[in-house]
């Protein structure tokens, strides 16, 4: 039976050292920190709550409770997450998505498809310049 290369997949990524992965963490960083920016940018600063609540989690930390999208999770390695919504701010998906009495801003998707290219440059480049490094 085919698991459709997902072994393969994973053996692969067993053989990056660890020295390359954790060369990567800067990168995976900025490039949330920069989408997270620009989620702040396109948010409706009505009270500055919500955008004071848009969070970025490194890896092997834990996300802010109920935050969107989600919940309350920890990180994986190599994954950085940006969440909106707080303990204080439960509202975030009502804004992005709006509701039958009130109609959508949408600030969360729009900021992380506008600066997600240029944090995927970055990554990439990172991870190329790690591996170079430890040849």
């Known amino acids: 039976m085919s698991d459709g290369g997902l072994s393969r997949f994973q053996r692969r990524m067993r053989a990056i050292p660890h020295e390359v992965r954790r060369a990567v963490v800067p990168a995976l960083a900025q490039g949330g920190y920069e989408i997270a920016e620009a989620m702040e940018a396109l948010a409706p600063e009505d ?14 930390q834990t996300t802010p409770p109920y935050s969107q999208p989600g919940g309350s999770f920890t990180v994986p390695e190599n994954q950085v997450a940006i969440t909106a919504g707080s ?6 998906h009502l804004q992005e998505y709006g509701t039958s009495h ?9 900021g992380f498809r506008l600066a997600k290219p240029k944090a995927e440059r970055r990554i990439k480049r990172a991870i190329s310049k790690a591996v170079r490094e430890a040849r």
Do not use: E
């Open 47 to 60: 009270s500055g709550d919500l955008i004071g609540s848009i969070a970025v989690t490194l890896p092997n």
């Open 87 to 92: 303990t204080d701010v439960r509202y975030p």
């Open 102 to 110: 009130h109609p959508a801003q949408p600030f969360f998707w729009p």
